[in-house]
């Protein structure tokens, strides 16, 4: 079956740092570009950074820019998200996709506080 | 950045009833804009990618069309589990950005 499955989240103060995980099985991983989107309680999906399988390509989100970053082991068929100097308005579920395209593959997410 | 704009926001339907959605981008994505539906407390679901083709495992009530600006997502008969929110995608450019959301409610 394919699948990813995220862990890492929780409540952080801000300015606070957490780093998501995103193990992904049943499909083979270092083909394809991996991605992180977001969503904020009640609101519509972000798009925040992207991956290429050889990590040649790398994308952020302005949003994001200099306080997030991507990065995958392939051997180990993950993809992590370093998140830094955190703020209130980063609090949201955070998605792990695969995507050629459309996502055709999502996590179930991890969610992310920030509040002091 | 491509902007993406779903109409309607929101919209009371009743089971059986013909739906459309639509989904306007700030310049031409050709064919690149793909449907997702998400119910509440789950992840998206890919149901329609570029434009037209139906996912895997879709029910054949759900069909897209459009190209260029402008893109449509009808459910001919809807069915009670409809309820949800629909979100366009378009992938011709990063960010890949989404549009709003459309919410059904039934």
């Known amino acids: 079956e394919v699948q990813l499955v995220e862990s890492g989240g929780g409540v952080v103060k801000p300015g606070g740092s957490l780093r998501l995980s995103c193990a992904a099985s049943?499909?083979?991983?270092?083909?394809?570009?991996m991605n992180w989107v977001r969503q904020a309680p009640g609101k519509g999906l972000e798009w925040i950074s992207s991956?290429?399988?050889?990590?040649?390509?790398?994308y952020y989100a302005d949003s994001v820019k200099g306080r997030f970053t991507i990065s995958r082991d392939n051997a180990n068929n993950s993809l992590y998200l370093q998140m830094n100097s955190l703020r209130p308005e980063d609090t949201a579920k955070y998605f792990c996709?695969?995507?050629?395209?459309?996502?055709?593959?999502w996590g179930r997410g991890t969610m992310v506080t920030v509040s002091s | 950045e491509i902007v993406l704009t779903q109409s309607p926001d929101f919209q009371s339907v009743t089971p059986k009833e013909k739906v459309t959605i639509t989904c306007r981008a700030s310049?031409?994505?050709?064919?690149?804009l793909h449907w997702y539906q998400q119910k509440p407390d789950q992840s998206p679901r890919l149901l329609i990618n570029?434009?037209?083709q139906s996912f895997s495992g879709v029910p054949s009530r759900f069909s897209g069309s459009g190209s260029g600006t402008e893109f449509t997502l009808t459910i001919s008969s809807l069915e009670p589990e409809d309820a949800a929110t629909y979100y366009c995608?378009?992938?011709?450019?990063?960010?890949?950005?989404f549009g709003q959301g459309t919410k059904l409610d039934i």
């Open positions: 570029y434009a037209s």
């Open positions: 995608h378009q992938s011709t450019s990063l960010p890949g950005t």
């Open positions: 049943g499909f083979t991983f270092r083909n394809y570009n």
């Open positions: 991956l290429s399988s050889s990590t040649t390509f790398v």
């Open positions: 310049q031409s994505i050709g064919s690149s």
């Open positions: 996709a695969r995507a050629r395209g459309a996502v055709d593959v």
